[in-house]
């Protein structure tokens, strides 16, 4: 996850902010998003999964990133929706197609990755 955060930071939002008609914008919301994703898994994190609220808010979470992610591909990283790519394609590594040849690319190695953990 760590990755993931840290290509978007160097990559993908910036390049988005320059190149896209609404970049601030978009940028902001998906920011928004990830604010509002890593307030829920702050609470979750407190909860006991026994806790009566605990599923539900697992899946409140989990229906959020999903349209974090869509919305991502939707409107952050469309050129890698026309290629059949998903949006994580672009913050794995492999270079988002709409930010090829604007001076943004995968983060540098030595970026850190967290340890390779999970990705979002």
């Keep these: ?3 993931h955060e840290t290509a978007e930071e160097e990559a993908v939002h910036p390049s988005a902010r ?3 008609q609404d970049g601030e914008q978009v940028v902001d919301d998906r920011l928004e998003e990830e604010r509002a994703a890593k307030e829920k898994l702050s609470r ?4 006991n999964p026994d806790d009566p609220g605990f599923m539900p808010a697992l ?3 989990r229906a959020d990133v999903l349209q974090h992610a869509a919305s991502q591909e939707q409107y ?3 050129g890698a929706a ?3 790519r998903s949006a994580a ?4 590594g492999h ?4 930010c090829r040849g604007h001076g943004a690319g995968p983060p540098a190695s030595g970026s850190g990755d967290g340890g390779g953990e999970g990705r979002s």
Excluded: S, T, V, Y
Excluded at 44 to 47: I, N, P, T, V
């Design 18 to 20: 320059r190149l896209l």
């Design 59 to 61: 899946r409140e979470l």
């Design 44 to 47: 979750l994190d407190d909860m």
């Design 82 to 84: 026309r290629e059949g």
């Design 89 to 92: 394609a672009c913050h794995d």
């Design 95 to 98: 270079g988002c197609p709409c």
């Design 76 to 78: 952050e990283c469309p």
């Design 1 to 3: 996850m760590a990755f």
